[in-house]
């Protein structure tokens, strides 16, 4: 009985407040510094929009009731000469640490999260549609029942095909494209006439990241497997290099 009430008392909270607010604790687990990103796609944006995160490091933000958007983490970042900061990978091409609104830039590893969406539930998922940089996990925190985390925690860089690969400066891969980036055809981008899940089915590309990250998103239509919900009420905690 006493869970039951409390139940209710959360539920009665909900129907007052119309939705709960989320916190989102950014762990980095690399050996490297990474710089995360932020893009508000629905709701009020997050207070930072850019950020950078040393080793060990850990940075928490709060996000507004019935907020969409998606995280990434920057690789290989610097400032130039003329004071302009960019990176190697999953830059967002702002020139500053502050994304300002823009996006990553492909290949990047992306999180994305819905809260309060259909039903109040939370949603959130792995995506590899736009390419891979570095393993990511998501962990909920709390909640009201069936939040499950999704990572994709291998490192598909070494394995990535000479054809989708990005190497830096010393010749090593550091990011993994999308077959839809490299070749613009429309079996890879479900675009056309491969525009359904019937006429988009996964290509030997995508499959290349499913087999490795069965959690995450590897293509366009990759729902089924890769989208998970909560209960709204908790938090979430991302680790970069889990």
Known sequence: MEAKRFFAIILALVSLTGAFSATFTFKNDCEYTVWPGTLTGGGSQLSKTGFELATGASLSVDAPARWSGRFWARTGCSTDSSGRFNCATADCASGKIECNGAGAIPPATLLEFTLNGDGGKDFYDVSLVDGYNLPVSITPQGG??????????????????????????????????????????????????????????????????????????????DDRSSTFTCASGGNYVITFCP
């Open 144 to 221: 009201l029942g069936g939040c499950s985390s999704t990572a994709c925690m291998h490192k598909i860089n070494p394995i990535c095909l000479p054809e989708l690969s990005v190497k830096g400066a010393d010749g090593s891969v550091i990011a993994c494209k999308s077959a839809c980036e490299v070749f613009q055809q429309p079996q890879y981008c479900c675009t056309g006439s491969h525009n359904t899940p019937a006429t988009c089915p996964p290509t030997e590309y995508s499959k290349l990241f499913k087999d490795v990250c069965p959690q995450a998103y590897s293509y366009a239509y």
